[in-house]
């Protein structure tokens, strides 16, 4: 019986077809960035104060000077205050200059914002002073949007599933796992990468969109209109043959492979598509197995950590872009670039120095920097800014570090399960990421300790894990030995060329794989 993975090596596992398809699945990576942090530049902080009008009805022919004088108290540096005024009482306007107020309370009749800048979420909502909180509570609800999306959408992989999909923002979750079903595994790697790279194209594209759009609703839909051409795709996107063979639908698997043989210009053997016949379901593993047997326990764990962590200290450089003292479209601008070189130079990394060390080093690498941050004065921004570039180049080195390490460390019949509980601990962090930033209110220095600590005690913790590189993936739950013994073994036969069946016979030649 010859298999769909087959007919792809005949077809072609990386011709026009796969690439046509892969360029299609990237344009939606492109707008997820814009979405997850266009909400920085919506509500850029502007100056502001009370609104304290009242004082007009007794003297008109106040001068705007003379109005805030006479109305809001000032600070330490001389500044009118921004979040109170002085308290509205009933006497002549002669009474007020003579006397002065003293009595002051919070702003009873809005704010108001000075600058000719055009409208933005903050100043349409007035969020500023006691409900400037709302911002980083907002960011958080979407964080949970997502993490939501992730858990209804993951499974799906439908084109219908596009439709439902659009106003959410985790799109990707239903295109790429098509997309990969068609490329060959030599060539997975290049694919993911594509999408990491597209993924910071994104926000640099959000740093130039911003920049020359001020006003917040054009800018939603100057980007958010792209992701709506994909309406136009659904038709064209394909299913996956390997999805469809499962089904049983034989016809439509045979159909879309002749149509991917035609696209790449290749020939199909005759009568290896009547070869084809359903697949017969493998016994995979259940989620209790992370937990049941003492070695997934701690490889379930302790990866968990590391995706939450570096979920964590990743957002909480992202998100803090407008607090580093710099022009926040520049530093939006080099956060995107930073991750391109980050993402390529992963590869190469993991190469030389395997999976295990590259994983606790740009880990603790990321809490370092944040940790550093804390103790930077606030009149060295640029200082601020390169540490937080090199932060953010560590932890996205070391989160496609962690989509290697990680389906090579679970067995293949819990792999999915172990990368979605992972996946869903780095949402988590997500959504606390803004939340951490609210206790900047109570010392600047809170939330970048808190940002760096995590990290450094996760990558500490990967020390305890086995390395991967150059053995053989695991199948089953390894019942009988440990992840070091079944790197050890895989290992040991990779370095003869074989694996070893039972009995000492030569079963098959050995391949070495790598999921990216």
């Known amino acids: 019986m010859s298999g769909v993975g087959e007919i792809l090596k005949a077809i072609g596992d990386f011709g026009p077809f796969q690439k046509c398809l892969v360029l299609l699945t990237l344009i939606p990576c492109l707008s997820v960035a814009f979405h997850q942090f266009c909400q920085l530049f919506m509500v850029v902080n502007v100056p502001h104060h009370c609104d304290t009008s009242w004082i007009l ?29 002085y308290s509205p009482v009933d006497w002549d306007l002669d009474s007020i200059v003579e006397y002065g107020l003293n009595s002051t309370q919070k702003c009873s009749s809005g704010w108001v914002y000075p600058s000719a800048e055009p409208p933005s979420l903050l100043t349409e909502f007035d969020l500023v002073c006691d409900r400037k909180d709302l911002n980083d509570i907002g960011q958080s609800i979407y964080m949970a949007g997502l993490f939501l999306g992730s858990m209804i959408f993951g499974p799906l992989s439908d084109r219908a599933c596009l439709v439902l999909e659009l106003p959410l923002c985790p799109i990707s979750m239903c295109t790429w796992p098509s997309a ?18 597209c993924f910071a194209i994104g926000q ?106 570096n979920s964590f200290v990743y957002y909480g450089l992202s998100l803090n872009v407008t607090n580093f003292g710099l022009d926040i479209y520049l530093t939006q601008l080099a956060f995107g670039a930073v991750e391109i070189p980050a993402r390529v130079g992963c590869i190469f990394i993991l190469q030389w ?14 809490g370092l920097v944040c940790l550093i941050i804390t103790g930077i004065p606030e009149d060295q921004p640029v200082a601020t800014t390169v540490l937080a570039t090199i932060g953010k180049f560590a932890s996205s080195a070391s989160f496609s570090t962690s989509f290697v390490y990680t389906a090579e460390l679970f067995p293949t019949v819990i792999r999915q399960t172990g990368v979605g509980l992972c996946s869903m601990s780095a949402r988590v962090a997500g959504i606390l990421a803004p939340l951490v930033r609210l206790l900047g209110q109570y010392h600047p220095a809170i939330p970048m300790a808190i940002f760096g600590g995590a990290p450094v005690l996760g990558g500490l913790l990967c020390v305890l894990l086995p390395e991967t590189r150059g053995t053989d993936l695991q199948d089953d739950t390894g019942d009988n030995q440990t992840p070091t013994e079944v790197c050890e073994n895989a290992t040991s036969s990779s370095e003869n060329g074989q694996v070893k069946g039972k009995g000492g016979g030569q079963v098959n030649e050995y391949t070495k794989t790598t999921y990216f």
């Open 204 to 309: 640099m594209i959000l740093a130039g969109l911003s920049y020359g759009i001020r006003n917040w609703r054009l800018l939603e839909i100057a980007g958010s209109a792209p992701i709506f051409s994909f309406f136009f795709f659904i038709g064209v996107l394909p299913e996956s043959a390997r999805w469809l063979v499962t089904k049983g639908r034989m016809e439509e698997a045979k159909k879309v492979l002749q149509k991917a043989a035609a696209t790449n210009k290749r020939s199909l053997p005759a009568g290896l598509l009547e070869q084809l016949k359903p697949e017969k379901k493998i016994k995979s593993g259940s989620f209790l197995d992370l937990f049941r047997k003492k070695h997934l326990r701690k490889v379930t764990l302790i990866m968990s950590c590391a995706w939450f962590v």
């Open 353 to 366: 120095f395997g999976r295990r060390k590259p994983q606790t080093v740009l880990l603790v690498l990321s």
């Open 180 to 197: 990969t079903e068609w490329i060959g595994v030599s060539s997975r790697p290049k694919a993911v990468l594509g999408s990491h790279c």
């Open 57 to 85: 009805t007794v003297g008109p022919n106040l001068t705007q000077e003379e109005q805030l004088n006479l109305t809001l108290p000032r600070d330490a540096n001389g500044e009118y205050e921004q979040c109170s005024m």
